[in-house]
């Protein structure tokens, strides 16, 4: 039995040390965490007890054994106001303790060690005290006065409250609740059970006090759990490191709705601290989200848009929900993530405007470009009529040809969305059927357009639209004589490496066999030569049926 309460009265100050480790990591490494502050001064108290109580029981004298018991209320006597402290805020609970309750609790303490200190002169907190036991150990029995006995009253109404806090927690979270909050529920029924023990005289050990050793037995229950799961928080160690330093505001919610935790950068968006909602509906701080919680969990990753704010403080948002599900896949709560996207929306508003005020001065460049063209053909065409040469005015028209070739293109390119890129079959359609006006074609010439929608760019559909206009208008000027039937065809098409090519074909009398192409005298397939080193093209001439134009190169389109 000796070796029993010398084992006992050894691990009261080890046990004491421990819960100093354990209250000091609580309040520096998870400082931000109200229950865990809270929870480290929980521990100390519970620290203070068992030091003072394994000084009280090494002593033999009748008067520091009474000091020394004085020197334990300051911790015992804090205990239960912390402990229902610690519970409201774990379980986000108590918001029926309103701050005038809580003043009113913890006067109960300060008063009766004020008791415990004039004891002598009124008996109210110890009526006798005698020492009992024999050997190294003596036992302080005491006769408890009615200050002393309102005081259990009190203890046994906080804790049993605090208890009462965890097992709704348990009722309405199931499995939710982690191994750390069992431990902890577990850490507050075995004092509350050998207290009572303890008060009603069912000691094994008469000179050994049990609720200071009921202390004992919790505090490395609770490092075991905190440590060895490394749940000295209920969040993930990740939380502190990343969570709390993220610019987005993250806000976890259980599965009913209530705020269970919330980082700077959501305090920040809801202009609210976390101490401040803590368990309340999440639709206090943000009426709007009434509109997502009925679709939770049935879509467990929701994604949206969102704005919060009026005026100059408004804000644009991207939303995401992630349900949380335990081990039995049954969704315990929500993680929501606000990505503020003011910023980027107003530069990509900025760019959208500065976009189409580009795009529309580039239109009125190529609107300008076709009009200063149709004014030079115009000039060209007046400069023909002051002559009466033909060959001069066959000149100016092929040049007015050209250049409404060029305009053409800038004409498209004004009329489209695409300020880059042109719709080459289009502009084919339209080519053949201006030079068929310009040249007067008879009704017997048929001229068949067969092209893929294919776009060019526009350095690109410039040097290929006057190679077409070149070599459309050499087949109606010289492939047919006066009044003979004929076809002109005109293809183009990509094949499958991406070279493009166009052929323009004629059933005409073909070119004269002693035309040496291209080294010919003619400005007009002078310049097709040109306008096919431009394209950096090959060209392939087949004079076996008419005449035969094959002209591949490669697209410059990005």
Same mark, same amino acid.
């Given at each position: 039995?000796?070796?029993?309460?010398?084992?006992?009265?050894?691990?009261?100050?080890?046990?004491?040390?421990?819960?100093?480790?354990?209250?000091?990591?609580?309040?520096?490494?998870?400082? /931000?965490?109200?229950?865990?502050?809270?929870?480290?001064?929980?521990?100390?108290?519970?620290?203070?007890?068992?030091?003072?109580?394994? =000084?009280?029981?090494?002593?033999?004298?009748?008067?520091?054994?009474?000091?020394?018991?004085?020197?334990?209320?300051?911790?015992? !006597?804090?205990?239960?106001?912390?402990? *229902?402290?610690?519970?409201?805020?774990?379980?986000?609970?108590?918001? =029926?303790?309103?701050?005038?309750?809580?003043?009113?609790?913890?006067?109960?303490?300060?008063?009766?060690?004020?008791?415990?200190?004039?004891?002598?002169?009124?008996?109210?907190?110890?009526?006798?005290?005698?020492?009992?036991?024999?050997?190294?150990?003596?036992?302080?029995?005491?006769?408890?006065?009615?200050?002393?006995?309102? @005081?259990?009253?009190?203890?046994?109404?906080?804790?049993?409250?605090?208890?009462?806090?965890?097992?709704?927690?348990?009722?309405?979270?199931?499995?939710?609740?982690?191994?750390?909050? !069992?431990?902890?529920?577990?850490? %507050? &029924?075995?004092?509350?059970?050998?207290?009572?023990?303890?008060?009603?005289?069912?000691?094994? @050990?008469?000179?050994?006090?049990?609720?200071?050793?009921?202390?004992?037995?919790?505090?490395?229950?609770?490092?075991?759990?905190?440590?060895?799961? /490394?749940?000295?928080?209920?969040?993930?160690?990740?939380?502190?490191?990343?969570?709390?330093?993220?610019?987005?505001?993250?806000?976890?919610?259980?599965?009913?709705?209530?705020?269970?935790?919330?980082?700077?950068? %959501?305090?920040?968006?809801?202009?609210?601290? *976390?101490?401040?909602?803590?368990?309340? #509906?999440?639709?206090?701080?943000?009426?709007?989200?009434?509109?997502?919680?009925?679709?939770?969990?049935?879509?467990?990753?929701?994604?949206?848009?969102?704005?919060?704010?009026?005026?100059?403080?408004?804000?644009?948002?991207?939303?995401?929900?992630?349900?949380?599900?335990?081990?039995?896949?049954?969704?315990?709560?929500?993680?929501?993530?606000?990505?503020?996207?003011?910023?980027?929306?107003?530069?990509?508003?900025?760019?959208?405007?500065?976009?189409?005020?580009?795009?529309?001065?580039?239109?009125?460049?190529?609107?300008?470009?076709?009009?200063? &063209?149709?004014?030079?053909?115009?000039?060209?065409?007046?400069? %023909?009529?002051?002559?009466?040469?033909?060959?001069?005015?066959?000149?100016?028209? #092929?040049?007015?040809?050209?250049?409404? %070739?060029?305009?053409?293109?800038?004409?498209?390119?004004?009329?489209?969305?695409? *300020?880059?890129?042109?719709? @080459?079959?289009?502009?084919?359609?339209?080519?053949?059927?201006?030079?068929?006006?310009?040249?007067?074609?008879?009704?017997?010439?048929?001229?068949?357009?067969?092209? #893929?929608?294919?776009?060019? !760019?526009?350095?690109? $559909?410039?040097?290929?639209?006057?190679?077409?206009? #070149?070599?459309?208008?050499? $087949? @109606?000027?010289?492939?047919?004589?006066?009044?003979?039937?004929?076809?002109?065809?005109?293809? =183009?098409? +990509?094949?499958?490496?991406?070279?493009?090519? &166009?052929?323009?074909?004629?059933?005409?009398?073909?070119?004269?066999?002693?035309?040496?192409?291209?080294?010919?005298?003619?400005?007009?397939?002078?310049?097709?030569?040109?306008?096919?080193? +431009?394209?950096?093209?090959? *060209?392939?001439?087949?004079?076996?049926?008419?005449?035969?134009?094959?002209?591949?190169?490669?697209?410059?389109?990005?």
């Amino acid at each position: 039995m000796l070796l029993t309460r010398s084992i006992i009265v050894a691990l009261h100050p080890i046990v004491a040390g421990l819960a100093v480790i354990m209250a000091v990591d609580l309040w520096y490494g998870h400082r /931000r965490q109200g229950k865990n502050m809270i929870g480290s001064l929980l521990l100390l108290a519970a620290s203070h007890w068992l030091f003072a109580s394994t =000084f009280e029981l090494l002593s033999n004298d009748l008067q520091v054994k009474r000091l020394w018991d004085v020197v334990q209320l300051l911790g015992s !006597s804090s205990i239960p106001i912390l402990w *229902l402290w610690f519970a409201s805020s774990f379980t986000n609970s108590g918001r =029926f303790l309103k701050p005038p309750i809580w003043i009113l609790l913890a006067a109960v303490p300060v008063l009766l060690i004020g008791l415990a200190v004039t004891n002598p002169l009124h008996n109210l907190v110890w009526v006798d005290a005698s020492l009992v036991g024999a050997g190294s150990f003596s036992m302080l029995q005491d006769v408890i006065g009615p200050a002393l006995l309102a @005081f259990y009253v009190y203890s046994y109404a906080l804790v049993t409250t605090g208890v009462m806090m965890f097992v709704r927690a348990l009722l309405e979270q199931g499995e939710a609740i982690s191994c750390q909050t !069992s431990a902890v529920l577990l850490g %507050a &029924l075995l004092p509350l059970v050998i207290s009572v023990t303890d008060v009603l005289g069912l000691r094994p @050990f008469a000179d050994v006090p049990l609720t200071p050793f009921a202390i004992v037995l919790v505090v490395p229950t609770l490092a075991l759990n905190f440590y060895r799961l /490394r749940r000295a928080d209920l969040s993930p160690l990740a939380r502190v490191k990343v969570v709390e330093h993220i610019a987005e505001g993250v806000i976890v919610i259980d599965g009913i709705g209530r705020i269970t935790d919330m980082n700077p950068a %959501a305090e920040d968006i809801f202009e609210c601290q *976390l101490s401040q909602v803590l368990g309340a #509906e999440l639709t206090t701080i943000w009426p709007t989200a009434r509109t997502y919680l009925p679709r939770l969990p049935v879509e467990t990753g929701l994604v949206d848009t969102l704005s919060l704010g009026e005026g100059e403080r408004r804000h644009t948002f991207d939303l995401s929900i992630t349900t949380m599900t335990h081990r039995s896949q049954q969704p315990v709560g929500h993680i929501i993530v606000l990505h503020d996207t003011t910023q980027r929306s107003l530069i990509e508003s900025e760019m959208r405007q500065s976009l189409a005020e580009k795009e529309m001065l580039l239109k009125e460049i190529h609107h300008r470009v076709k009009n200063n &063209l149709q004014v030079v053909s115009s000039l060209l065409r007046l400069q %023909a009529r002051s002559h009466n040469s033909q060959a001069f005015k066959a000149s100016m028209a #092929e040049s007015e040809n050209r250049i409404h %070739a060029m305009a053409l293109i800038h004409e498209q390119l004004y009329g489209t969305t695409s *300020l880059s890129q042109v719709d @080459f079959r289009n502009y084919i359609e339209l080519l053949t059927e201006h030079l068929a006006t310009s040249h007067a074609i008879p009704a017997s010439l048929q001229v068949e357009v067969n092209a #893929e929608r294919i776009y060019l !760019s526009i350095d690109q $559909a410039i040097s290929c639209g006057l190679l077409i206009n #070149e070599l459309i208008s050499n $087949a @109606f000027k010289y492939a047919f004589h006066d009044g003979q039937k004929g076809q002109v065809y005109i293809s =183009f098409r +990509q094949l499958e490496d991406g070279q493009l090519v &166009l052929t323009i074909e004629d059933n005409g009398i073909g070119l004269p066999n002693d035309l040496n192409f291209p080294n010919t005298g003619t400005l007009g397939l002078q310049l097709v030569d040109q306008l096919v080193h +431009q394209l950096l093209a090959t *060209l392939e001439l087949d004079r076996s049926q008419g005449t035969k134009y094959t002209v591949t190169f490669k697209s410059t389109k990005s």
